[in-house]
């Protein structure tokens, strides 16, 4: 099952930063650098209880069609002790970021009023009404392909006590002809 978290595709509202030495897009708007922050901050619960299998940004077109999916597939390994050697795990992040950064190039270029969209993928669903962070997400109602899409990978990463592989989604091409 999947939750959202959306937004309006505007020309500009991401710049090039420096974090941790690695170039990255941040949002511009403060609002918008909130609701980003938030919703991974709100996810976090959910990934370390091991209930998130995936999670999307997925840009639409506006008859709300889906042109293309980031999706960030990860697992975190439950049985893991506390003792997380945080270097192992920052090299493996920081390169996960520049792959990431890197990315662009194979994204198609994506139309001036698209939206997107955060979508997460649930092992099992949160249970509304115990926790203010499952009552942030909604059940969603995005359209489907009907073709199994092309996949793109872009990186893969194994630091325990978390493995994470990134790949980009687009319609098959029989699907994007129609």
């Not at 662009?104 to 993928?121: F, H, M, N, Q, V």
């Not at 509304?128 to 092309?150: F, M, R, V, Y």
Request: hydrophobic share 40%; with cysteine; aromatic share 10%.
């Amino acid at each position: 099952m999947g939750f959202i978290l959306l937004f309006v595709c505007a020309k500009g509202a991401f710049e090039r930063r420096r974090y941790r030495n690695v170039v990255i897009q941040r949002a511009r708007h403060p609002q918008l650098r909130y609701y980003i922050h938030a919703t991974v901050t709100g996810l976090l619960p959910f990934v370390q209880k091991g209930m998130v299998e995936r999670v999307a940004v997925v840009f639409f077109n506006a008859d709300n069609v889906p042109l293309e999916k980031f999706v960030f597939k990860l697992a975190v390994n439950q049985a893991y002790g506390s003792e997380v050697e945080e270097v192992d795990l920052e090299i493996s992040l920081r390169s996960f970021l520049i792959k990431l950064s890197n990315s662009e190039s194979l994204s198609k270029g994506l139309p001036p009023d698209c939206r997107w969209e955060i979508t997460a993928y649930f092992r099992s669903l949160p249970e509304t009404g115990t926790s203010k962070e499952a009552e942030l997400w909604i059940p969603t109602d995005t359209k489907q392909w009907q073709q199994p899409p092309l996949i793109t990978p872009i990186k893969s990463m194994s630091s325990e006590p978390l493995c994470l592989q990134l790949y980009l989604e687009h319609p098959s091409l029989s699907e994007s002809l129609l």
